[in-house]
């Protein structure tokens, strides 16, 4: 909000609509804003989610191998715990009026844009 008897705030009490239209960005500046958001959200052909590693090269120690495979095994059964929850509709919540199942926390995705997944790590 402009301050309160600046020249921005005459503008805003006697033509409201063009101090608003002032503040939106051009048309350029928003395709390229969303442009940008939807490439970055993507999920890449060969990406891993949480739970998953692509080999068990990574360490030599059995524990921690152990622990990986619980940690993924645990994932898949959060997952499957969302699905079913998606299902029962006695849990009106989770898909509202419009019908959309709840999947930000979905573990796995398939390839593009999908609204679900959490990769094991990110690059930018």
């Given at each position: 909000m402009p301050e309160v008897g600046?020249?921005?705030y005459k503008e805003l009490e006697s033509k409201p609509e063009k101090?608003?239209?002032k503040t939106v960005n051009s048309m350029l500046q928003t395709l390229l804003g969303v442009s940008l958001i939807e490439?970055?959200?993507r999920h890449a052909s060969d990406e891993l989610y949480l739970g998953e590693r692509a080999s068990t090269e990574w360490t030599s120690e059995k524990d921690a191998l152990e622990l990986c495979?619980?940690?993924g095994k645990a994932m898949s059964e959060v997952e499957s715990n969302i699905i079913e929850r998606n299902k029962d509709v006695n849990l009106k919540?989770?898909?509202g009026p419009v019908n959309v199942?709840?999947?930000l926390?979905?573990?796995s995705s398939a390839e593009g844009l999908t609204g679900r997944g959490i990769p094991n790590s990110i690059s930018i």
């Amino acid at each position: 909000m402009p301050e309160v008897g600046s020249a921005e705030y005459k503008e805003l009490e006697s033509k409201p609509e063009k101090a608003y239209l002032k503040t939106v960005n051009s048309m350029l500046q928003t395709l390229l804003g969303v442009s940008l958001i939807e490439i970055l959200s993507r999920h890449a052909s060969d990406e891993l989610y949480l739970g998953e590693r692509a080999s068990t090269e990574w360490t030599s120690e059995k524990d921690a191998l152990e622990l990986c495979e619980y940690f993924g095994k645990a994932m898949s059964e959060v997952e499957s715990n969302i699905i079913e929850r998606n299902k029962d509709v006695n849990l009106k919540n989770r898909t509202g009026p419009v019908n959309v199942p709840y999947t930000l926390l979905l573990p796995s995705s398939a390839e593009g844009l999908t609204g679900r997944g959490i990769p094991n790590s990110i690059s930018i």
